[in-house]
T-cell receptor, first 112, second 113 residues
Framework: ELKVEQNPLFLSMQEGKNYTIYCNYS?????LYWYRQDPGKSLESLFV?????AVKQEGRLMASLDTKARLSTLHITAAVHDLSATYFC????????????FGKGTKLSVKP | GAGVSQSPRYKVTKRGQDVALRCDPI?????LYWYRQALGQGPEFLTY????????KSGLPNDRFSAERPEGSISTLTIQRTEQRDSAMYRC???????????FGQGTRLTVV
């Protein structure tokens, strides 16, 4: 069965702190995505990770992929309030890159 | 258009009624996807099209759900005889092709009362 599991599901952080969101998945895939969703908004693509050992960084967010462990991480460095949102990882499966299986999401709240 | 456009943004319907949700993909995007997102959950794949051909409908929950894309552009997701459990956010996404990144619309919030 295809599964994508994220943890934690809820994360309350103080500004300036670091933390990591974990995404475990049950089957091999050639692409793993990280999305951000603000309340009432659409899903915004953050990163696409294509191969084992891939690491991508944008601002205070860094995503990595370990295909052998079937694990991706999203690391937050020195959190700021603007990062408050729900973060989803999604695994591509099937014949098209839009066939995605999503995790349940991690709701991040960054407090001053 | 500039992004994936969905209409209506909100739809409240009575149980037993049929509803049609519309998706207008990004201009030139060949592939179109429908997802359903329950509150507090990640989006769940329903179906997808390349041009006008429905390639995969394995995620449609039952035969009350159907989708079409007759001219390879705008798509309609139809839910017949709606039930309360159909209440969710319905999201559409499109991509340049099967191997392109998918871009999501803002969704239609469906409430069945």
């Amino acid at each position: 069965e295809l599964k994508v599991e994220q943890n934690p599901l809820f994360l309350s952080m103080q500004e300036g702190k670091n933390y990591t969101i974990y995404c475990n998945y049950s089957t091999t895939s050639d692409r793993l995505y990280w999305y951000r969703q603000d309340p009432g908004k659409s899903l915004e693509s953050l990163f696409v990770l294509l191969s084992n050992g891939a690491v991508k960084q944008e601002g205070r967010l860094m995503a990595s992929l370990d295909t052998k462990a079937r694990l991706s991480t999203l690391h937050i460095t020195a959190a700021v309030h603007d990062l408050s949102a729900t973060y989803f990882c999604a695994l591509n499966y099937g014949g098209s890159q839009g066939n995605l299986i999503f995790g349940k999401g991690t709701k991040l709240s960054v407090k001053p | 258009g500039a992004g994936v456009s969905q209409s209506p943004r909100y739809k409240v319907t009575k149980r037993g009624q049929d509803v049609a949700l519309r998706c207008d993909p990004i201009s030139g995007h060949v592939s179109l996807y429908w997802y359903r997102q329950a509150l507090g959950q990640g989006p769940e794949f329903l179906t997808y099209f390349n041009y006008e051909a429905q390639q995969d409908k394995s995620g449609l929950p039952n035969d009350r759900f159907s989708a079409e894309r007759p001219e390879g552009s705008i798509s309609t997701l139809t839910i017949q005889r709606t039930e309360q459990r159909d209440s969710a956010m319905y999201r559409c996404a499109s991509s340049l092709g099967s191997f392109g990144e998918a871009f999501f619309g803002q969704g239609t919030r469906l409430t069945v009362v």
